[in-house]
C-alpha cells in the first residue's frame, strides 16, 4: 500500500513540476510582447521578464523552511493557489504595472519544485532517490520544451491582432488542474520522525555559515557551473 500512495505521490509532483514549466514556458516567449502592447520601452519589458527569477531568487528559500516546518502538502497547494491568481491577473491585464505585480507574484509562489524535491526525498530512500529526482528532471526538461509552442499556438499567428491574454488563462488553467490533482491525491509526506531529523540536521550546520561554505572548493565548483547554465 505504501509503495503504491508514494507512486501516486510521485505522479502528481511529476504533473506539478510539468504544468509549472510548461506555464513558464508558455508565458516568457510572449511577455515581452505582451509588454509593448502597454508601451514598456525595451528595458521596461526585459525587467518584467527579470523580476519573476528576482522574487523566486528570495522567497524559495523561504518557501523551503516553511515547508520543513508546517509541511511539503500545505506549502505546494498555497504556492498553486498562487500561481493560479498570478497567470489570471495576468491574462486579465489592462495596464503595465498590472503585469509587473502578476509576474512579481508568480515569481513569489514559484517554490514547487523545491518542494516537490523535499517531498520525493522524503518518501525514498538512499537507493531510489536519484530516480525520483530525475522524474522530477524530465517534468522539468518537458515542461519546458512543450510550453514555448503551446504559448506561440496560442497566441495566434498575427502579429497585428495576437491574443496575450489566452495563454495567461491556459496556464492559469493548467495550475488550477495541478492544485485540485494535489488536494484530492497528495498526502503529507513530512511524519514526525523525518521533522526531527531535519531539525537535529539544522542543530549541527547552524554554524555552517556562507563563508564556511565559500571556503569549499566542491561547493563553489557546483553552485558556479549551475549559475553560468542558467545565465
Same mark, same amino acid.
Given at each position: 500500500m505504501? !509503495? $503504491?500512495?508514494? *507512486?501516486r +505521490?510521485?505522479?502528481v509532483?511529476?504533473?506539478?513540476?510539468?504544468?509549472?514549466?510548461?506555464?513558464?514556458? &508558455?508565458?516568457?516567449?510572449?511577455?515581452? @510582447? /505582451?509588454a509593448?502592447?502597454? #508601451?514598456? $520601452?525595451?528595458?521596461?519589458?526585459?525587467?518584467?521578464?527579470a523580476?519573476?527569477?528576482?522574487?523566486?531568487?528570495l522567497?524559495?528559500? @523561504?518557501?523551503?523552511s516553511?515547508s520543513?516546518?508546517?509541511?511539503?502538502r500545505?506549502?505546494?497547494?498555497?504556492?498553486?493557489?498562487?500561481s493560479v491568481?498570478?497567470?489570471?491577473?495576468l #491574462?486579465? %491585464?489592462?495596464?503595465?504595472w498590472i503585469?509587473f505585480?502578476a509576474? *512579481?507574484?508568480?515569481?513569489?509562489?514559484?517554490g514547487?519544485?523545491a518542494?516537490? =524535491?523535499?517531498?520525493? +526525498?522524503?518518501?525514498?530512500?538512499?537507493t531510489?532517490? +536519484?530516480? #525520483?529526482?530525475?522524474?522530477?528532471g524530465?517534468?522539468?526538461?518537458?515542461?519546458?520544451?512543450l510550453?514555448?509552442? &503551446?504559448?506561440g499556438?496560442?497566441?495566434?499567428?498575427?502579429?497585428?491582432? %495576437?491574443?496575450?491574454?489566452?495563454p495567461?488563462l491556459f496556464?492559469?488553467?493548467? !495550475?488550477?488542474?495541478?492544485?485540485?490533482?494535489?488536494?484530492?491525491?497528495?498526502?503529507?509526506?513530512?511524519? *514526525?520522525?523525518? $521533522?526531527a531529523?531535519i531539525? +537535529?540536521?539544522r /542543530?549541527? =550546520?547552524q554554524?555552517?555559515?556562507l563563508?564556511q561554505? @565559500? =571556503?569549499r572548493?566542491?561547493?563553489?565548483? @557546483?553552485? *558556479?557551473?549551475?549559475?553560468?547554465?542558467?545565465?
Amino acid at each position: 500500500m505504501e !509503495s $503504491k500512495n508514494n *507512486s501516486r +505521490a510521485i505522479f502528481v509532483l511529476f504533473l506539478t513540476v510539468f504544468i509549472d514549466l510548461l506555464d513558464f514556458g &508558455i508565458i516568457l516567449p510572449i511577455l515581452p @510582447l /505582451y509588454a509593448e502592447q502597454f #508601451g514598456a $520601452k525595451p528595458n521596461e519589458a526585459t525587467l518584467l521578464v527579470a523580476i519573476y527569477s528576482l522574487m523566486q531568487f528570495l522567497f524559495v528559500p @523561504l518557501w523551503g523552511s516553511f515547508s520543513d516546518r508546517y509541511g511539503r502538502r500545505p506549502i505546494l497547494l498555497l504556492t498553486l493557489l498562487g500561481s493560479v491568481i498570478a497567470y489570471a491577473g495576468l #491574462g486579465f %491585464a489592462n495596464s503595465l504595472w498590472i503585469l509587473f505585480i502578476a509576474r *512579481s507574484l508568480a515569481g513569489i509562489m514559484a517554490g514547487n519544485i523545491a518542494t516537490a =524535491q523535499a517531498y520525493i +526525498a522524503d518518501i525514498t530512500t538512499p537507493t531510489n532517490r +536519484a530516480r #525520483g529526482m530525475d522524474i522530477i528532471g524530465a517534468a522539468f526538461g518537458l515542461g519546458f520544451i512543450l510550453g514555448p509552442a &503551446i504559448g506561440g499556438l496560442l497566441i495566434g499567428p498575427d502579429p497585428d491582432n %495576437a491574443n496575450f491574454h489566452l495563454p495567461s488563462l491556459f496556464a492559469a488553467g493548467l !495550475s488550477l488542474l495541478a492544485l485540485l490533482c494535489a488536494l484530492m491525491l497528495l498526502p503529507e509526506s513530512l511524519n *514526525s520522525e523525518t $521533522k526531527a531529523k531535519i531539525q +537535529a540536521h539544522r /542543530y549541527r =550546520q547552524q554554524r555552517l555559515n556562507l563563508l564556511q561554505l @565559500l =571556503q569549499r572548493p566542491q561547493f563553489c565548483m @557546483l553552485v *558556479s557551473i549551475y549559475f553560468f547554465v542558467i545565465f
